[in-house]
């Protein structure tokens, strides 16, 4: 009766069991949690088809898939996202980075290639470590500060550092935007992928997003824009002539983060578009008078 079910068997049979439950994804998050809860790759599931799963393995999986279907990300049942060259931890409470952001940290690399040498960064909202370790580990010459209001955020960004061996290059500090950067510090970048949600939308956001992210990481106040304009105004004190300041907005806000960069005095204010078209970078350059 149990060599019924093997990799194979279940994987067709957990596809079916999402699809029924509005995953779109569904196929490849059976197989993620699968690979997952057997300690295996995903490409170890395709050279094992025919293993048999025992009763305590199914057990296991069946647990997976259920908390799945109730709209608990992928993420925090796996405990990992891939996010450019990495692989980070995830936790229940912290942000789960998303893919358009690695553009944002394309931006900042551009710059910080043709600057060369020693650039210091300093980002606004650490998350999981996304942007702030993976700019310690493919820009090797810098280093890195980045500020987070949540204590479990830097907690699993201080994981992450030491996983991929920066920890000495970035340092991590607690507080609400800039207050706990060390005084007179300036930088090459600021780089930020601040709450933008506007308030009255979140309720309206995917349940994986509206019940599991922390509500500190989506709220941008009531248009979205609160950070952005907290960070502009204040950013110009901690950069350096010349420096950059680069940003991740919500859909429909480029052109008033851009606009409001501009009127603060910064130049050269450039968007960039993600995978879906969406204006989704702006960047802008500090001239001091
Ligand atoms: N940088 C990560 C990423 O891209 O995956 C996380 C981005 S998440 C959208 C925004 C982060 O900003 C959250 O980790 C949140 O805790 C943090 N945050 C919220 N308010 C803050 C504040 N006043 N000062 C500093 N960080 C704050
Ligand atoms: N991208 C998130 C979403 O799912 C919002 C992230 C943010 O506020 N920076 O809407």
Redo the contacts with the bound molecule.
């Keep these: 009766m149990s060599e019924r079910w093997t990799v194979g068997t279940v994987l067709a049979a957990a596809n079916e069991y999402l699809s029924g439950r509005d995953l779109p994804g569904a196929r490849l998050e059976a197989e993620l949690l699968l690979a997952h809860s057997l300690e295996l790759s995903r490409f170890d599931l395709y050279t094992q088809f025919d293993r048999p799963l025992s009763e305590a393995e199914r057990t296991v999986y069946r647990g997976l898939l259920k908390e799945r279907s109730t709209g608990r990300p992928l993420q925090h049942l796996t405990g990992t996202q891939a996010f450019r060259r990495l692989d980070l931890r995830m936790a229940d409470g912290v942000f789960i980075p998303?893919p358009e952001t690695e553009l944002l940290v394309e931006a900042v690399l551009d710059r910080l290639g043709s600057q060369g040498g020693s650039a210091e960064v300093l980002e606004i909202g650490t998350g999981s470590g996304a942007i702030c370790v993976s700019l310690a580990v493919e820009a090797p010459g810098t280093v890195v500060w980045s500020a987070d209001i949540s204590k479990s955020a830097l907690t699993l960004a201080a994981l992450n550092a030491r996983a991929h061996g920066v920890e000495d290059r970035l340092n991590l500090v607690h507080g609400d935007l800039f207050s706990a950067v060390p005084a007179g510090k300036v930088f090459d970048v600021i780089v930020s992928?601040?709450?933008?949600?506007p308030a009255g939308e979140i309720d309206a956001?995917a349940r994986e997003?509206r019940d599991h992210e922390p509500r500190a990481?989506?709220d941008?106040g009531p248009a979205g824009l609160d950070f952005y304009l907290r960070i502009i105004s204040e950013s110009r004190q901690w950069l350096k002539a010349g420096g950059l300041v680069a940003f991740?907005v919500?859909v429909g806000q480029a052109s008033e983060v851009a606009a409001e960069l501009s009127r603060a005095g910064f130049e050269s204010v450039d968007v960039t578009r993600d995978y879906a078209r969406i204006e989704r970078i702006v960047t802008a350059v500090y001239r001091s008078a």
């Excluded at 992928?193 to 949600?197: A, D, E, G, I, L």
């Design positions: 998303r992928n601040p709450p933008y949600v956001l997003v990481a989506l941008g991740e919500g």
